[in-house]
């Protein structure tokens, strides 16, 4: 999370030429990821947390709470405007819906786009997690959420990540948020286990995610090494931010610039 914040500062720098970075990643351990303003203490049941091993992290963007477990994340960050209208935020999230609706289908999953803002949402716990809602241009299919996403901004790029999931645990996430049944939570979601009767690959999910991204682009993705400067960066973020699970100081800072 910490490197996807520094290439966004990155591209956002007023002087970077054009780019654009496409990463896939997976995580350690089970880990449960907050959007950037939820409040930790009204979500996170932090003793089932510790129980099953479970870390709490934060994320840049906002949104609502992820479980990173079995599941492929990935992250676009981007200044460049021959492939992204970088001001639409609506087009932006499009663009990047049909290169991961187009990777589905070279796994043999086809999917639809979900078109209202908050599907499914209401009172109660389930909204405090992502994939009970689906929000406008991300990924259903047969109208249950299969890919989640989520956007930060700058003037001059944006980052968007999200979680492509490869078998959905309903019992653990309902667990971590205190969301009761677990029925409840796997009839609004579903998973590339469930579309194919079997787990692809991590390397599967990648390399049809890769082919997508190129075909809807017309782009030839080239393998990119981190940089010893931004790698610094990351890393110092890291364990000055990203270790810390109560952002609220952060929140208050940002809105008072915005």
Not at 208 to 229: D, N, V, Y
Request: net charge positive; aromatic share 8%; with cysteine.
């Amino acid at each position: 999370m910490a490197l996807d914040e520094v290439l966004l500062d990155h591209v956002s720098h007023s002087q970077c030429l054009p780019a654009t970075y496409l990463r896939f990643y997976q995580w350690v351990c089970p880990t449960l990821s907050l959007g950037f303003s939820q409040k930790a203490e009204r979500v996170v049941n932090q003793d089932y947390c510790k129980a099953k091993g479970i870390s709490v992290v934060r994320r840049p963007t906002g949104g609502k709470a992820v479980l990173h477990h079995r599941e492929v994340t990935y992250s676009v960050v981007s200044n460049d405007a021959a492939f992204f209208p970088i001001a639409d935020i609506s087009e932006t999230y499009g663009r990047i819906a049909r290169a991961l609706q187009s990777g589905f289908r070279f796994l043999g999953i086809e999917t639809t786009l979900a078109t209202d803002c908050g599907r499914n949402t209401g009172s109660g716990p389930l909204p405090a997690a992502c994939f009970a809602v689906a929000n406008h241009h991300e990924i259903l299919w047969q109208n249950r959420k299969l890919a989640g996403s989520a956007q930060r901004r700058t003037k001059s790029g944006f980052l968007q990540h999200g979680s492509i999931l490869i078998e959905f645990d309903a019992a653990l996430l309902s667990g971590a948020l205190r969301l009761g049944d677990p029925i409840s939570v796997a009839s609004r979601v579903t998973d590339l286990n469930t579309c194919l009767h079997s787990p692809p690959t991590t390397l599967e999910v990648i390399s049809a995610m890769l082919r997508g991204f190129e075909a809807i682009f017309g782009a030839h993705l080239q393998p990119s090494k981190l940089g010893q400067g931004l790698a610094e960066r990351a890393g110092d973020l890291a364990e000055r931010k990203y270790s810390i699970l109560d952002w609220s100081d952060l929140c208050r800072q940002v809105r008072r610039v915005e």
